[in-house]
C-alpha cells in the first residue's frame, strides 16, 4: 500500500539559511504530492504541491523536487525565517485518488534567530 | 472569511460519553473529511463525503459515524468515547481535484 515517510523528525537552522526536508514514498500509484505546514495549534496549511509528471516546482521561497527514481521529494525553503518554525507534512494522493491523502510523520523545523 | 470551521475547539469529556463535533464550509467545495491526529502528530483520514455521499471510511471503529446534512456540513458524532480517542479531529474540504483545506481544530480529551 501507499506509505509516506519523512527522513529526519527534527530539522534546526538558523535564521537566514536554508532548510531541506525529505520525504520518501513507497507506491508509485501516487500521482500528486503535497507539502503542508502546521503551526503550533493550529490545522495544515497547503504550501505548494507537484505532479508526478514534473521533476521540479517552485514557489515563494519554496521549491519541491520530485525524484520518482528513488520516490524521494524535498522541500527547500530559502532564507528561512522564525515564522517557517512549524511541522511540515509531506502527503500523496492514494491509488490515484483525490479524495484520500495519504500522510507522513512531520519533520518540525525549529529556527533559531 | 471563506474558511472551514470547527465547533468545539476543545472537548473534554469522560469514557462512555457520546460527544459530537461539528464542521462547516463555506468555500462552495463538494468533498468534505474527517482526519484524526494523534498525539505523534500523524494525520490520517477517517472518512470523506462528496455531495453528501460517503465516498471513503477507513478502518474505524463503528462508534464514530459522520454526518453531512447538506454539501457545507459535516459532523461527526462519537459514542461510547474511550481513552484512545483523544486525538486532534480535522476537518478538510476541497473542490474537485484541489488539495484540502483545513479547519483549526478539534483537541478531544477523554479521562
Known amino acids: 500500500g501507499e506509505s509516506v515517510g519523512l527522513h529526519l523528525p527534527t530539522l534546526s537552522v538558523q535564521e537566514g539559511d536554508n532548510s531541506i526536508i525529505n520525504c520518501a514514498y513507497s507506491?508509485?500509484?501516487?500521482?500528486?504530492f503535497i507539502w503542508y505546514k502546521q503551526e503550533s495549534g493550529k490545522g495544515p496549511q497547503f504550501i505548494i504541491d507537484?505532479?508526478?509528471?514534473?521533476d521540479k516546482r517552485q514557489g515563494q521561497r519554496v521549491t519541491v523536487l520530485l525524484n520518482k527514481t528513488v520516490k524521494h521529494l524535498s522541500l527547500q525553503i530559502a532564507a528561512t525565517q522564525p515564522g517557517d518554525s512549524a511541522v511540515y507534512f509531506c502527503?500523496?494522493?492514494?491509488?490515484?485518488?483525490?479524495?484520500?491523502?495519504?500522510f507522513g510523520k512531520g519533520t518540525l523545523l525549529t529556527v533559531n534567530p | 472569511d471563506t474558511a472551514v470551521s470547527q465547533t468545539p475547539k476543545y472537548l473534554v469529556t469522560q469514557m462512555g460519553n457520546d460527544k459530537s463535533i461539528k464542521c462547516e464550509q463555506n468555500?462552495?467545495?463538494?468533498?468534505m473529511y474527517w482526519y484524526k491526529q494523534d498525539s505523534k502528530k500523524f494525520l490520517k483520514i477517517m472518512f470523506s463525503?462528496?455531495?453528501?455521499?460517503?465516498?471513503i471510511n477507513e478502518t474505524v471503529p463503528n462508534r464514530f459515524s459522520p454526518k453531512s446534512p447538506d454539501k457545507a456540513h459535516l459532523n461527526l458524532h462519537i459514542n461510547s468515547l474511550e481513552l484512545g480517542d483523544s486525538a486532534v479531529y480535522f476537518c478538510?474540504?476541497?473542490?474537485?481535484?484541489?488539495?484540502?483545506?483545513f479547519g483549526p481544530g478539534t483537541r478531544l480529551t477523554v479521562t
Open positions: 478538510a474540504s476541497s473542490q474537485g481535484d484541489g488539495f484540502p483545506k
Open positions: 507506491n508509485s500509484a501516487s500521482d500528486y
Open positions: 507537484i505532479r508526478s509528471n514534473m
Open positions: 502527503a500523496g494522493n492514494s491509488g490515484g485518488s483525490n479524495y484520500k491523502l495519504t
Open positions: 468555500l462552495g467545495h463538494d468533498t
Open positions: 463525503y462528496n455531495n453528501k455521499e460517503l465516498i
